[in-house]
């Protein structure tokens, strides 16, 4: 029977398969590999373990034999992040695949810190911890969304205090791991899940403290990413002050601790009535203090003797009334007068012109047929009819010719120059 080929007729003996995963697993040589050690048992010296990875859900068994543990300088124990130098080894007689472990050591701390550091540079060159990017958190929001461990004192902290400060404050918790190799995921997952929430105003993501390790998951990419994203204002209270995760620098506001976060996101109720009350104070003392001015500047102009006695108004108008009414009627007067004289002079001048002044001293003005006044006898037709008018009135007149000078009458002589 040909070793590569296999037929229903002549299948191969359980030992030599398993013999040829081992020598196919053999070549694969030694390798390094970092994950959180989740067993971890000695028996007869040796160590018998499991080691998961720190993203994914695998884990592979591991195995440090006595001989490997005696050189170890550290001492290892479950939930420690560590690297290893591992063998796959194929155990034929079992049918079971184990990592050989040669060498073992704990993530260093320096190391840690680069990789955070690095990650630090690059979401800071994106921007990510700019301080345009905070937004303003709401002064009362309705519905706050709560990120937590469940059943941890960090929850019972933030919901206990926000409710003492604001009764009526509503709450959605999203549960999630707060530690461990599924807590990144989680966390993320958890404000994505209440950033999608329209009703949610605000995100608290909430941690009681803790050593660095078990903050790092808060420092994880996939947090700070999700937590970028966002566009919900998001409070990170992680509780540690002497290292700040990034999660600090991305979020919108850092609360030192879970009870600073319940006191940041809403108010307190009393400080608010008190605030109230004093607002109302400093509104009733304004405006009394403006009435009381209004009224004194009231009392002054009421005061006055314009108002105090309105009849002295009157009286003193009336008396300047009369003054102007004599004023007036005197120069009207004096206007009349110097008219009178005026019209007196002007009937002078026309009496002395009139030709009725002439008539009356004994003139007469003679007219002829045509109207045409008559000032030569030679003027007058023979035997015409003449108009004679006198002071008293005119008369017709028959003409007999011109009269020689010696023919007329002597004019009479007037009483005066007969005296």
Known sequence: MAHGVTTREEPWPVALLSTKVKEWIDRLGTVWVEGEITQWSVSAGNVYGKLKDLGADATVSFNVWSSVRARLDEEFKAGDRVVMSVKPNWWVKGGSLTMQVFALHHVGL????????????????????????????????????????????????????????WPGVEFRTVHAAVQGDRSAREVAAAIRTLDADPRVDVIIVAR??????????????????????????????????????????????????????????????????????????????????????????????????????????????????????????????????????RVAELRGHLRALSPQATLDRGYAIVQGPDGHVLREPADAPDAGILTITLAGGALAARSVGPLERADRPAPAESSDSAE
């Open 208 to 341: 009681g403290g803790g050593d660095f390790q078990n903050l790092l998951p808060f420092s994880d990419e996939l947090v700070v990413r999700a937590a970028a994203d966002a566009t919900t204002p998001l409070i990170s209270a992680i509780g540690h002050e002497a290292d700040r995760p990034l999660l600090d620098e991305v979020a919108d506001l850092r609360a030192s601790t879970p009870t600073d976060a319940a006191k940041r996101v809403v108010p307190d109720v009393a400080e608010e009535l008190a605030r109230l009350d004093q607002a109302r104070a400093r509104m009733s003392a304004r405006l009394t203090g403006r009435l009381a001015h209004e009224a004194d500047v009231i009392g002054h102009l009421r005061a006055r003797p314009a108002l105090a006695r309105p009849e002295t108004l009157v009286d003193q108008r009336a008396e300047e009334v009369t003054r102007w009414v004599a004023r007036g009627a005197e120069l009207a007067g004096r206007v009349v007068e110097r008219g009178e004289q």
């Open 110 to 165: 320096g190391e840690l810190l680069e990789r955070l550091e690095r990650l630090r540079r690059q979401l800071a060159e994106e921007g990510l911890f700019d301080l345009d990017r905070k937004r303003r958190l709401p002064f009362l929001p309705g519905c706050i969304g709560l990120v937590t461990g469940k059943d941890s004192d960090a929850e019972q902290d933030v919901l206990r205090n926000a409710r003492l400060r």
